[in-house]
């Protein structure tokens, strides 16, 4: 069933892949936006098929520090999904949620716990839309976060992928509100979970 | 017109910074230096000839190349990348047995990833790359590894400093 591999992807099936990533991030952006009773745009998606030499620039800059909130998925679809921000826009958001200004430069285990919940809600919102739209079963795992420089961070679902593939492929999605957050949804379905996705849309 | 002064110093080149992304090698010759950022629980693998003063990196995610079936990219594994990086050296005039190795990173960045099939991938790493470096009779004279952060390594052929950078911590140089 699985004869869809990243090889012999079409650009037919790449815009599949967007318009997943389009819902996906569509209602964890929207989850977002009640979270923090703030409006919250998203631009289009991109699915990038990558070296993984490239990986660390997809996020402006491998040193760039960023909280990176890390989920393993698995089910019909195994995989991984990243919530990515910015380490100020990530203090933004628990300052909204939690209704004040955060003392000192680093969080608190009260404020890591409030923005790992954060992850929570908007990639369980994510994966529910993908589950209902492709009637595939998706178990999340628990989030785990880690702050530190983005191609730190970005490795550790490139080596996941690795061990299957020479090239990474990913659905981005990036969201803002204009002011003081902005931050990447990054879906990384493993090499047969494609196959399963586009198979259940009747591809 | 040339108004550079360092051009002329370095045989009409200013001193590089060569980068080396993940999965990803490169030699590098005085007075150039080689880096890589955001090295996490991949495993940073720097060694210099100390006679010649030729010296290249590696930056390895995974340790074993036959455990996997995609294994075309040598410098993705320990096995195979430290091994292709000796050989490069050796064919630019380099011999093995004044290389010395530092290696940096195999950190492990997310606290649940021991759960998943890839039991310490940090851990397993930076094993697999003592034991190639070991095999191929090469000594690491210094190591910076483990913990939980993600580090940026830049490594100086001239006199073999290897540079550590991680966030919210000093510089170390090793």
Do not use: W
């Not at chain 1, 958001?93 to 009260?110: I, Y």
């Amino acid at each position: 069933m699985s004869d869809i591999t990243i090889n012999n992807m079409s650009d037919q099936y790449f815009d599949v892949l967007k318009e997943i990533g389009n819902i996906g991030a569509g209602n964890a952006t929207t989850a977002l936006s009640q979270m923090l009773n703030t409006k919250v745009d998203m631009k289009v998606p991109q699915v990038r098929l990558m070296e993984f030499k490239e990986v660390g620039t997809t996020m402006g800059g491998e040193e760039q520090i960023v909280a990176g909130i890390y989920l393993v998925v698995e089910g019909d679809i195994t995989g991984s999904i990243m919530f990515m921000q910015k380490k100020e826009s990530a203090r933004n958001m628990v300052s909204k949620l939690m209704g004040k200004e955060l003392a000192g430069e680093d969080f608190t285990d009260m404020e890591l716990s409030a923005l790992k919940e954060i992850g929570n809600i908007i990639t369980g919102a994510y994966l529910n839309s993908l589950s209902t739209l492709t009637n595939l079963t998706i178990y999340p795992s628990v989030p785990e976060i880690c702050i530190d420089m983005a191609g730190a961070i970005l490795s550790v679902p490139a080596i996941e992928f690795g061990t299957i593939a020479d090239k990474l492929l990913l659905i981005k999605t990036e969201f803002t509100d204009d002011v003081d957050l902005s931050g990447y949804f990054i879906l990384v379905p493993d090499e047969e979970s494609y196959g399963k996705i586009l198979h259940s849309l009747g591809f | 017109m040339n108004y550079y002064f360092g051009e002329e110093r370095y045989g009409n080149k200013m001193p590089q910074i060569i980068k080396v992304g993940i999965a990803d090698m490169n030699i590098c010759y005085p007075p150039d230096t080689i880096t890589t950022i955001g090295l996490g629980s991949c495993v940073g693998i720097a060694i210099r000839d100390v006679t010649t003063k030729v010296g290249g990196l590696v930056h390895i995610m995974l340790p074993d190349s036959t455990m996997v079936k995609s294994n075309q990219n040598l410098a993705k594994f320990a096995d195979t990348g430290i091994k292709e990086l000796v050989l490069k050296l050796e064919s630019l005039g380099c011999s093995r047995q004044h290389m010395v190795a530092k290696i940096a990173g195999g950190a492990q960045m997310f606290a649940f990833q021991n759960k998943t099939e890839l039991t310490g991938i940090g851990a397993q790493n930076t094993e697999a790359s003592k034991v190639a470096l070991r095999g191929l009779g090469i000594p690491i004279i210094a190591e910076d590894v483990g913990a939980n952060y993600g580090r940026t390594v830049i490594f100086n052929p001239e006199n073999g400093a290897y540079e550590v950078r991680a966030v919210g911590k000093d510089i170390r140089t090793i």
